[in-house]
């Protein structure tokens, strides 16, 4: 089945008929930003110490990134199965020549479904930031909630911009265009087994040495 054929039966068959891929973005969008604002409204009298859990935490996401990106998204996983089927219907929908989004409903196949901001709230940050609340200090336990929840939106934000259309000012930010290159060449089938496992900052893929570049890659 050919991508355009692909796309237009998913997009037909599977959302619910009352999905709307904006309030899906906005849902995930405010309900990480509201966690951040109350954990970072109840950091006080920060220490230069207790700040450094800010790049810790953001350098153990990025690592935490390379490797749910090359294992349970990329292989299917015991009661992981949802993400691994978001990953295979994205990169079938999303392919290396139809890497843009075309209507709000193609969103279903492009973010992560809320229920996994849950899981990642509930089972992972929650967890860890009441542990640091216990063996460390309340400031700790909020700046790791708040830089957490801020990597998995940063995630989330920056994977929406690099499936703009080609024509989208998002796209004329050089920053960005550097980072959907990195993330266009992950969506050759022949590569992304192998190589730019990073979404948002290729970090990782450059130490672990799985970045690919090309010289010339295609905008569309």
Same mark, same amino acid.
């Given at each position: 089945?050919? !991508?355009? !054929?692909?796309?237009?039966? #998913? %997009?037909?068959?599977?959302?619910?008929?009352? #999905?709307?891929?904006?309030?899906?973005?906005?849902l995930t =969008?405010?309900?990480? $930003?509201t966690v951040i604002a109350v954990c970072l409204m109840r950091v006080s009298n920060? !220490?230069?110490?207790?700040?450094? !859990? %800010?790049? $810790?935490?953001? =350098?153990?996401?990025?690592?935490?990134?390379?490797?749910?990106?090359?294992?349970?998204? &990329?292989?299917?996983?015991?009661?992981?199965? %949802? @993400?691994?089927r978001h990953t295979t219907v994205h990169h079938r929908f999303y392919t290396r020549d139809h890497m843009a989004y075309e209507g709000a409903r193609d969103f279903h196949a492009l973010l992560l479904p809320p229920s996994l901001l849950v899981f990642f709230f509930g089972l992972f940050a929650l967890p860890v930031g009441a542990l640091l609340y216990v063996v460390a200090t309340a400031n700790v336990a909020y700046l790791f909630v708040a830089s957490a929840l801020g990597y998995f939106i940063s995630?989330?934000?920056? &994977?929406?911009?690099? &499936?703009?259309?080609?024509?989208?000012?998002?796209?004329? @930010?050089?920053?960005? $265009?550097?980072?959907?290159? &990195?993330?266009?060449v992950h969506h050759d089938p022949r590569l992304m087994s192998r190589y730019n496992f990073n979404i948002t900052v290729p970090l990782v893929d450059w130490l672990f040495g799985t970045t690919y570049r090309e010289d010339k890659i295609p905008t569309r």
């Open positions: 089945m050919d !991508t355009s !054929t692909f796309r237009a039966e #998913y %997009v037909r068959d599977e959302p619910p008929r009352w #999905y709307r891929g904006w309030a899906h973005f906005w =969008s405010c309900a990480a $930003v920060v !220490t230069w110490l207790e700040l450094l !859990t %800010v790049p $810790v935490t953001l =350098s153990y996401a990025n690592l935490a990134e390379y490797i749910g990106h090359k294992g349970p998204m &990329h292989r299917p996983f015991p009661f992981l199965s %949802v @993400i691994f995630y989330e934000w920056l &994977h929406f911009c690099y &499936h703009a259309p080609a024509g989208s000012l998002l796209l004329k @930010i050089p920053f960005l $265009v550097r980072l959907r290159q &990195h993330h266009l």
